[in-house]
Every structure is written in C-alpha cells, then in structure tokens.
C-alpha cells in the first residue's frame, strides 16, 4: 500500500522557521514530482510548491516564493519543506503529494496524497 506521512508540524511564532518532512512507503517516488499544498480552514486546498523528481527544478506559489524551500532527498525516499519568516496567513493544514497528471498548480491532478500535518503561526 503506498502511503505519504508528514511529520514536522507544529505551534510557532511569527517569524520563526518549521521544516516539514514527507516520507513515502510502499513504493518509491524518486522518478515522479512530488509537491505540497495546504489548506487553511474555510478556503480552498492551494497549492505551495513542487519538485521535479530530480531536484533540479522546483517551482513556489507567490505567497511563499522567498520564505520556503522545498528539497528532496530520493535515496531517503522523503521531500521537505523548509518554512522560514512563517506568517499567520500560513496556518493550515500541509498535505504532501506525489505524482502529478495534468497541471501541478491543481489539487485534482495529484494522485498520491499524505494525511497531512498541522501548521499554526501565532502573532
């Protein structure tokens, strides 16, 4: 059975820095993109970043360009996201994906998705 498991979520303080990490079981994902998105309660799931399956393209949502990282290391079969300068409007709940049909910025076109880890931001 394939399964993504976030860890790394957490209560954290304005301008302060969260890493998450996302481990796949069951298969590898070392050939396939793999991404994050989040959702905040009352809205909609929004996309936060992605990876190539080597690592050298990765792409950001503009809400986090220059605050987030995104990294993956294949041989360890996890991505992460580092989160630095986090901010209120950051908390949500983080999902990891992996293995995209269609366009990355969509929800819908990812196949393979974590439980999800919560992140909160307080002011």
């Known amino acids: 059975q394939v399964q993504l498991g976030e860890s790394g979520g957490g209560l954290v303080q304005a301008g302060g820095s969260l890493r998450l990490s996302c481990t796949a079981s069951?298969?590898?994902?070392?050939?396939?993109?793999m991404g994050w998105f989040r959702q905040a309660p009352g809205k909609e799931r929004e996309f936060v970043a992605a990876i190539t399956w080597t690592g050298s393209s990765t792409f950001y949502a503009d809400s986090v360009k220059g605050r987030f990282t995104i990294s993956r290391d294949n041989a360890k079969n996890t991505m992460y996201l580092q989160m630095n300068s986090l901010k209120p409007e950051d908390t949500a709940v983080y999902y990891c994906v992996a293995d995209v049909e269609g366009n990355w910025q969509y929800s819908k076109d990812w196949v393979h998705w974590g439980q999800g880890t919560q992140v909160t931001v307080s002011s």
């Open positions: 069951g298969r590898t994902f070392s050939n396939d993109p």
